[in-house]
């Protein structure tokens, strides 16, 4: 199966300091893939590039296909009919999102005269029809209603509603939970698992949250340093993961059962991207660096079917971690 | 159990909040009839949603407001009145961490500065002294001189936040109320401070207040766990056995909304409705109108918080000691 979305050698640079330093990524139709990674791993950025939605003066190279037909470059009348349309992309704050003057109903009727060849009346009705699928309860009247007069639950309800407005086959949902409560948070997740059912609609959950990837993801894409340093299906990573440094965030993470343990920090932080690393970006953290780690970055090498992991110290790294396990 | 160092018996707060230019003023009960102990050198951890008074409760057990009713009592000792020579003898043995560390430092500053500022406030040793303490505290928190003569700026979000740890730690305080203190920060460096907090509280014997919406941290760090909603407590009782079995209806959809890796969110008790607002308190029990199990009684009565076995207490009607355990 050709995949929907394919990300080859994509890499960012602000100001001469490279924040993407070669991203691939594939995506198949209908898929869920989660990405997760610390603040600065280029989580976001990868998907701001694809859409051309960073400032001008980035320098972006390397190739995004939809459908195969290239995306980087491509003229705004095209981009615009991709943005919004196939690609949908909700965020963390959807407060700052929707505009504050204006009511829901004129929102989202925006998004549908520009993506959806509706008129008149069958606008209102999609208008509608969006709201209630969102979950938004008594959608007819509280179209009506400016931003400030949901809360922020269901403003997050809004902005996915107008995200599904152009039908996407693909929504690209960046840290839709973080600013809301566990409760919330847990509604949310909910909404867009039912969705994503419904529509057959592929999507990307961009978290620094490994338990909300790990239940919402067939498969998990750890970043670091501005690259994809492990992927595997979810379920495998967290039983298995093989990379130090996915290694390193799943140890971090609190147990909420069973015995309590020390937490296994990452010592030292996320390198400057302007100062970054010779080699291996994670070795001046990790454990298990030897001399070949600061000479060249590795690459993704397959591991398995369908695991990859950029570690030239990836066996060793295994073979500790079962070490571990067996004491 | 050693003896108490903070006891906090039945503490309310309200603020009057308007609704738009000319409404009414409406009281908002933010912490309403809390009563909470924290034994000396444990920690005691307090969660909730936003509005649920977690942080309204941990500035009142800091004398930063006074309560409208009730009273905190600090190692057997009534809080002094605020302004006074007893009081800020007493506020030295006390200290707070804020979520947001950048917030908490002057940017102007370089951080050696600022962590020596509560010595020469408290007035604590001669000059030489201070200096020597301000890298006693740095080593402390696992930072350099060097780290001290930057300016927060240029500093990583994870250090400045061992720099508001530092400069807490600076009056030797016995009990520290940690408001959110990690909730900022990357997983791993999460970690980093979450490890140094308990290898701190081993070595100097604090006693915290440790204030999360993140029942994982909130586990890894406490003795005592208080679940809040809408300024009560709902449920209270050991760190482990709260979490592994939750009894009020509330504190289970908590648990079961925390994700976990490696398990698939079948089963997931997943609320109904809004976050409760403040300023709206449903009559009965204030978790009513989320609550999957709720009867007639839940909306009219408000149920007391009561001991079901063990040290858990919870305050729900459906939840009534053994047989309820039983049944579960």
Known sequence: ?327 | MSAPLVEVSTISRSYSMRSGMFGRATAVHAVDGVSLTIAKGETLGLVGESGSGKSTTGRIVLGLEPPDSGAVRFDAKPMAAPGTAAWRAQRARMQMIFQDPLGALDRRLPVATQIREPLDIHGHGTPAEREERVRELLRAVELTPAHGARYPGALSGGQRQRIVLARALATKPDFLVCDEPVSALDVSIQAQVVNLLCDLQAQLGLTLLFISHDLRVVRQISNVVAVMYLGRIVEIGSADDLFARPEHPYTQALVSASPAPGRRSAGRIVLAGDPPNPAARPQGCAFHPRCPRATARCASEVPALSAVGGDRQVACHLVTGAQTRDAA
């Not at chain 1, 890499?11 to 139709?29: C, E, I, M, Q, T």
């Not at chain 1, 943005?83 to 992309?89: L, P, V, Y």
């Not at chain 1, 937490?263 to 001399?291: K, N, Q, S, W």
Request: charged share 20%.
């Open chain 1, 1 to 327: 199966m050709s995949p929907l979305v394919s990300i080859a050698g994509l890499s960012v640079a602000f100001g001469g300091a490279p924040v993407l330093r070669g991203v691939d990524l594939a995506l198949g139709k209908g898929e869920a893939v989660g990405l997760v990674g610390e603040s600065g791993s280029g989580k976001s950025v990868t998907w701001l590039a694809a859409l051309g939605l960073l400032p001008r003066h980035a320098k972006v190279s390397g190739s995004v296909r939809l459908d195969g037909r290239e995306l980087l470059g491509a003229p705004a009348a095209e981009l615009d009919r991709v943005r919004g349309g196939r690609i949908a992309m909700i965020f963390q704050d959807p407060a700052s999102a929707l505009n504050p003057v204006l009511t829901i109903r004129r929102q989202l009727c925006e998004a549908l005269a520009l993506h959806r060849d509706l008129q008149g009346e069958a606008v209102k009705a999609e208008a509608k029809r969006l709201l209630d699928l969102v979950g938004i309860p008594d959608a007819g009247r509280r179209l009506q209603a400016y931003p400030h007069e949901f809360s922020g639950g269901q403003v997050q309800r809004i902005m996915i509603a107008m995200a599904l407005a152009g039908n996407p086959d693909l929504l690209i949902a960046d840290e839709p939970t973080t600013a809301l409560d566990a409760t919330i948070q847990a509604q949310i997740l909910e909404l867009l698992s039912t969705i994503r059912r419904e529509m057959s609609m592929a999507m990307v959950l961009i978290s620094h949250d490994l338990g909300v990837v790990a239940e919402n993801c067939d498969r998990v894409a750890v970043m670091y340093a501005g690259r994809i340093v492990e992927q595997a299906p979810s379920n495998q990573l967290f039983a298995d993961p093989v990379h130090p440094y996915a290694q390193g965030l799943i140890g971090a993470l609190p147990p909420l059962d069973g015995p309590r343990r020390r937490l296994t920090a990452i010592p030292g932080t996320v390198p400057d991207p302007a100062h970054m690393p010779g080699g291996c970006a994670f070795a001046p953290r990790c454990a298990l660096a030897a001399e070949p780690c600061g000479l060249a970055a590795p690459s993704l090498a397959l591991i398995s079917d369908d695991r990859t992991v950029a570690c030239i110290r990836a066996e060793a790294s295994r073979r500790a971690l079962l070490g571990i396990a067996a004491e």
